[in-house]
């Protein structure tokens, strides 16, 4: 098969072979492009530049383990408890995920991040929280040009249905308080007190001291950076939490709580008359028994609102108030 080629032509085959690709993928991609600029050689000419910087930003990503410490290292002024869900959360998705770590974040889908989620975690409520975190991963990683978008936010909202709280009864009370005075000396008594007669969360117990504590003024001061959604408030000291508090008092810097708080928490439950496989404990239990005693007393959803912390009464209207449990509400505040 004889071809006569022009010059223009056999400078066009040189020009293929210096590229060291072969002259027949050169001819393909070139045929491409011509065919992605329609027919124009300036708009083909585009169309590559544009592939070009696409394909840099692509390759411009890291892996979900290094995304991970990245967002870890910019929430490390957050509080202890933020950072420690957010560690726990993230190492989790990592272990029960085979692969994820060293996925890159670019590529991750949407449908993938939901799969992780499932895979992850168990229960609505932890792939709630799951979600939240997974999104704030995907958030650094966006700000720092690792991804396009944060697919999480195409992930549906796990659905919560939330369940009433059950509150303790006059009996269970005095068993939890009994044990508290015996356990350890008394050493956890102030901090059961302070849950069950101020409504403070365990967490925010642990993170407190006898300095945030004024009996004087019969008065507990939750600094934003020991409150759970990062607000301060002023709880009152009723008659019978000033009692047991009067009976603990420590030297300012002490902490309310003993060293190793949660498990002294568990043990303490369980010496009251409460386990895992008989008779579990109602997750919050002290909290909501505070809020149903306190409203059904003093009569004031705003009091209760700043009392327990909460930027609205929603909440506390649909979820935290079990006023059918609530028995004479004068002998929980007489202790």
């Not at 000291?237 to 002294?264: D, F, K, T, V, Y």
Request: glycine residues 6%.
């Amino acid at each position: 098969m004889n071809i006569e080629l022009s010059e223009e032509e056999m400078a066009a085959l040189v020009l293929l072979k210096r590229t060291g690709v072969p002259a027949l993928e050169a001819a393909q991609v070139a045929c491409a492009a011509i065919k992605s600029g329609n027919g124009r050689t300036k708009r083909a000419l585009r169309c590559i530049a544009a592939g070009a910087e696409e394909l840099k930003k692509q390759e411009r990503t890291v892996s979900f383990e290094k995304a991970v410490a990245f967002a870890l290292e910019a929430r490390r002024e957050r509080r202890v408890r933020t950072v420690y869900d957010f560690r726990y959360f993230t190492r989790r998705f990592m272990k029960r995920c085979p692969g994820l770590a060293r996925r890159k974040v670019r590529a991750i889908s949407p449908q993938e991040c939901a799969q992780y989620i499932e895979m992850a975690f168990d229960t609505p409520r932890q792939r709630q929280k799951a979600r939240l975190i997974l999104s704030g991963v995907f958030g650094t990683a966006l700000k720092r040009g690792w991804c396009n978008e944060n697919p999480v936010a195409r992930v549906e909202v796990p659905r919560v249905v939330e369940k009433p709280v059950p509150i303790l009864a006059h009996q269970e009370i005095k068993a939890l308080l009994q044990a508290a005075a015996s356990y350890r000396g008394g050493s956890c008594a102030a901090a059961v007190g302070m849950m069950l007669y101020a409504g403070i969360r365990p967490h925010e117990v642990a993170r407190l001291r006898w300095a945030e504590v004024d009996l004087q003024e019969q008065a507990i001061y939750i600094s934003p950076r020991h409150s759970k959604t990062g607000g301060a408030r002023r709880v009152t000291i009723h008659e019978p939490l000033l009692r047991i508090l009067r009976g603990c008092q420590q030297s300012a810097a002490c902490p309310i709580c003993p060293p190793n708080w949660g498990l002294h928490w568990r043990e303490l439950r369980q010496k009251a008359g409460w386990n895992a496989d008989t008779r579990p404990w109602p997750q919050d239990a002290l909290r909501h028994t505070f809020a149903s005693y306190h409203l059904s007393y003093f009569r004031s959803f705003a009091e209760l609102q700043c009392e327990i912390g909460h930027r609205d009464s929603s909440l506390l209207r649909t979820r935290y108030l079990d006023m059918r449990g609530v028995v004479a509400p004068a002998r929980f505040w007489k202790g």
